[in-house]
């Protein structure tokens, strides 16, 4: 997937990637870096590792579920379902 000339989206976490620590520093995944990522309710810790678009999807999360689980989720505009953020700060674009 890294030499395709194609964009390529990742949802959740790109492939062969870290939760935590983001890509690999060999192995098959070494050098991947899709062109967008696209986050399920909240950005995972890989995501300080990503310079590509930033989206968090899923407007299903309570205020209430948000705090307690201290979840940093970007407002969303009318019915919007996907927000995108600026990858390094977090900050609705």
């Excluded at 705090?67 to 989720?73: A, H, P, R």
């Amino acid at each position: 997937m890294k030499e395709t000339t194609l964009p390529v989206l990742s949802v959740d976490a790109p492939s062969s990637w870290d939760i935590e620590n983001g890509p690999p520093e060999d192995g098959p995944g070494k050098g991947f870096y899709p062109d967008a990522l696209i986050s399920l309710t909240a950005a995972k810790p890989l995501v300080r590792h990503f310079n590509g678009r930033h989206f968090i999807g899923g407007r299903f999360v309570s205020p209430k579920i948000a705090e307690k689980y201290e979840l940093d989720l970007p407002e969303y505009t009318g019915v919007d379902q996907i927000a995108e953020v600026d990858v390094k700060t977090g900050e609705k674009l």
